[in-house]
């Protein structure tokens, strides 16, 4: 797929001192990452020989065998595409090396000595190698009578894909205090790979995986690891064929540990990600600068990317898998937003909190976080004024959930309509819906008659004179009013300008949408039993019958049933979709084509390729025609790695024209069926 490159961390069932059948099966897993479309396999150090060796390490007969092994396989995989990194012990001069060599092309095209050797414990590697530290800067090495070059001073780059830069690390390069990588990656390794035997130990492989997302995400790279399989000799240790793909932090793929045959585990990389990554995190860098060191870069040739995906893409990135990582993430949000909110109490002086409740998921989840920072505060939670404004469109079932969720908590209840009072300010300006109306039912039963009336004029009246009431309680109280916008609708400007777009504190304005629900279940499931004020279970069936109601701003009236008329996913669509696309594009900068094709593997089988346009078109004309609403909003906590605050993550005039990201839109074309 566009911007993506196919890597493969390879396994082979080896045998110690057993060449020929090393040296199949590494060939075997080369050829089937070909087929796979692989532009790199890595395979594990000392493949050609076994790391097990030992004492054989020295055996004239052993280095003789390994190297021509080495050159049979090279010209063996002439024909195949990928880069190929394998291990091997090579003389050089009077010392011996620990090497990883890389292939392609019926040609050895550089060797990297490991740079580090183990000595202690199980491990005595310096009893028969050098280090590839006091290799100097620019060697080569004569191999089959031609100058190979040799050192760490190498990376490998893509001819005809630049981003692609590979660097090498052999084993225990990759767990020493300042490893090679760090320098690779300062002078533009986009990708790591790591030739290593590894013995297992109960907890290591929990530990290297630390250690590889820990290089990856402060690397802004990939990292591919190879260790060797239970082939190995059992003298002493035991191996457990772990290989494993991790990009940006994240692990991609990984392979069966302890299996007894050979592995091929592949995953598709994104190199534009990695780029974004480097560029927006200036740090890097100046980090960079100040550890260059000299590299030579080796060319080889990369093929076309796979038309498929091999890669996760989930459709809800907000929202981990793991159920456990999710609770800890709704616990972090929740605590970020209500110690953020008791913070903003303390210099506003405010002791009282003032809270518009509609019977929503939004509202719901600020009226939580307002009494959680009661509790925090040791105030009343009748400190928490809650207000009801039911307008033109509010239905019995909202009215109900907003009633009982105030008093569940314990807080203060008033009701005050707009309904009539948006009467008026229609009439006052001669709207055609309000015209010669004496009562709301009069103005109601015109809409229900005429329902091209109910236009955006009578929508947001209803909005900004609810700002209005919140507004003026808070100047009664002395209180502070509380927005309950999320991140979705501060993206989509799903608001009205002056209205709910704006509060004294927007505490919701860093949790997306899709977040939101599981953050109010979370609490349900998990807080509300511990809190000694209001009446848990009522609040726990009241946030589980608020999670059950469709979403909606309940401006239209409600249809004859009683049923609400209005539903935001209808019009302005999915919001998981919005909020795929809003974390592609800010989180990642990523372009609309990508963005779709990401989309198209995400929601396989859920949404049509012109569901998907559709919706990323009206995706994208919102975000930038709202940016004048996100430039002039309330102060918010950060709450994730998305956020859209004008003051902090995101600075967008609100001039910037949309056409070219809508064009790039039209012209996109469905990436085939995703593997």
């Known amino acids: 797929m566009r911007g993506f490159v196919r890597v493969g961390a390879g396994v082979p069932l080896v045998g110690v001192t057993s060449f020929q059948h090393n040296r199949e099966r590494t060939l075997a897993l080369w050829r089937r990452a070909h087929e796979e479309r692989c532009a790199l396999v890595v395979f594990p150090e000392l493949g050609l020989t076994a790391y097990t060796a030992r004492d054989l390490f020295l055996d004239s007969h052993l280095l003789a065998t390994a190297q021509e092994s080495l050159l049979e396989l090279a010209r063996a995989g002439a024909d195949l595409a990928p880069l190929a990194l394998v291990g091997l012990p090579l003389r050089v001069g009077s010392g011996l090396y620990n090497v990883a060599a890389a292939l392609q092309g019926g040609r050895v095209l550089g060797l990297v000595p490991k740079a580090y050797l183990p000595n202690y414990r199980e491990f005595e590697e310096a009893r028969w190698f050098r280090p590839g530290v006091e290799v100097a800067p620019g ?11 040799f050192g760490t001073d190498l990376l490998f780059q893509a001819r005809d894909l630049p981003d692609l830069v590979v660097g090498v690390e052999l084993c225990e390069d990759f767990w020493v205090q300042v490893p090679p990588s760090a320098h690779q990656v300062s002078a533009g390794a986009t990708v790591i790979a790591n030739l290593s035997a590894s013995n297992f ?15 990856a995400d402060r690397g802004k790279c990939a990292y591919v690891y190879v260790a060797a399989g239970p082939g190995e000799s059992s003298t002493d240790l035991a191996f457990d064929a772990d290989a494993f793909v991790v990009e940006n932090g994240r692990e991609l793929v990984s392979s069966r540990r302890f299996a007894r045959e050979d592995q091929l585990v592949v995953a598709d990389l994104d190199l534009e990600l990695l780029q974004h990554e480097r560029m927006s995190t200036t740090s890097f860098g100046d980090c960079a600068r100040v550890v260059a060191r000299p590299f030579r870069r080796v060319g080889f040739s990369a093929c076309e990317p796979a038309p498929d995906l091999r890669r996760a893409v989930p459709a809800h990135p907000f929202i981990p898998s793991d159920p456990a990582t999710l609770a800890t993430r709704c616990w972090e949000c929740f605590e970020i937003q209500t110690n953020a909110l008791v913070t903003r109490m303390g210099p506003s002086g405010a002791r009282r909190l003032v809270l518009g ?52 908590l314990g807080a203060e209840l008033r009701e005050v309509s707009v309904a009539d009072m948006s009467r008026l300010a229609l009439q006052a300006v001669g709207h055609r819906a309000a015209e010669g109306t004496a009562t709301v039912e009069e103005l109601l039963e015109r809409l229900r008659a005429q329902p091209g009336l109910g236009d955006v004029t009578l929508e947001n009246v209803q909005a900004r004179l609810r700002t209005l009431v919140l507004m003026t309680f808070a100047n009664q109280t002395c209180g502070l009013v509380v927005g309950t916008g999320d991140l979705s609708e ?4 799903w608001s009205t300008y002056n209205g709910d777009h704006i509060s004294m504190y927007d505490v919701n304005a860093g949790v997306p949408k899709t977040l939101i629900q599981f953050v109010i279940r979370w609490v349900a499931n998990e807080r509300v039993h511990g809190w000694s004020q209001g009446d848990p279970e009522a609040l726990r069936r009241t946030l589980f019958a608020i999670l059950d109601t469709p979403i909606s701003p309940e401006l239209l009236p409600a249809d004859a049933d009683g049923r ?34 990401l989309a198209s593997v995400a929601f396989a089988g859920r949404y049509a390729p012109e569901e998907l346009r559709r919706w990323l078109t009206t995706f994208l004309r919102r975000f930038f025609g709202n940016q004048f ?47």
């Not at 060697?139 to 070059?149: F, I, K, M, Q």
């Not at 400190?383 to 019995?396: K, N, Q, R, S, Y």
């Not at 209005?566 to 989180?587: M, N, S």
């Not at 790695?641 to 070219?660: I, K, Y």
């Open 629 to 675: 609403k996100r430039s002039c909003t309330a102060d918010a906590p950060k709450v994730g790695m998305v956020a859209l605050s004008p003051r902090g993550d995101w600075r967008m005039p609100s001039d910037a024209q949309v056409g070219s990201w809508l064009e790039e839109v039209a012209a996109w074309t469905p990436p085939p069926t995703s593997a």
């Open 564 to 597: 609400i008329a209005q539903l935001t996913e209808a019009k302005i669509g999915p919001y998981e979709l919005h909020d795929f696309y809003l974390h592609q594009l800010v989180r990642y900068g990523t372009r609309p084509r990508k963005t779709l094709d």
């Open 201 to 215: 130990t109960i907890g290591k492989a929990e530990l290297r995986r630390l250690l590889a997302c820990s290089a």
């Open 490 to 493: 501060k993206a989509l400007g």
């Open 139 to 149: 060697s080569t090495a004569l191999l089959d009578g031609e100058r190979v070059p």
């Open 357 to 408: 409740v509609s019977g929503g998921l939004d509202s719901t989840h600020a009226a939580l976080v307002c009494a959680t920072a009661l509790d925090l505060l040791g105030l009343p939670r009748t400190h928490l004024l809650c207000v009801t404004m039911p307008g033109l469109g509010t239905t019995a079932a909202t009215r109900e959930n907003a009633g009982a969720l105030t008093r569940a």
